[in-house]
Nanobody, 128 residues
Framework: QVQLVESGGGLVQPGGSLRLSCAAS????????IGWFRQAPGREREGVSC????????YYTDSVKGRFTISRDNAKNTMYLQMDSLKPEDTAVYYC?????????????????????WGQGTQVTVSS
């Protein structure tokens, strides 16, 4: 049984940083495409960043490029999202997710049927 547990959210001032972690069990983080998503109040969940299992390529939505960095630590079986230069519009609940086992490109759009396992979410609030 696959389980994903996020941590690292909190309240931060604009311009600050946070690192989100997602500890996985039941699969290894390099055996499937992995991604981070977020959902703000009244808005649809959106893809933020992902890593393909086919080639390790990383992808970012335009609004976070240059500010966020996705990574994974195979030894710890954990994925991370380093968030720098945070803005109030980054406020949301952040979720990690994994796709099907195997070599696949990850998706940030049209992903609703692709990611199979989700964490419970962690709140990130950017405010002064």
């Amino acid at each position: 049984q696959v389980q994903l547990v996020e941590s690292g959210g909190g309240l931060v001032q604009p311009g600050g940083s946070l690192r989100l972690s997602c500890a996985a069990s039941g699969l290894t983080v390099d055996s499937a495409p992995i991604g981070w998503f977020r959902q703000a109040p009244g808005r649809e969940r959106e893809g933020v960043s992902c890593i393909s299992s086919s080639d390790g390529q990383t992808y970012y939505t335009d609004s976070v490029k240059g500010r966020f960095t996705i990574s994974r630590d195979n030894a710890k079986n954990t994925m991370y999202l380093q968030m720098d230069s945070l803005k109030p519009e980054d406020t949301a609940v952040y979720y990690c997710a994994t796709g099907p086992r195997g070599n696949y490109h990850c998706l940030l759009n049209n992903w609703s049927r692709f990611y199979e396992h989700w964490g419970q979410g962690t709140q990130v609030t950017v405010s002064s």
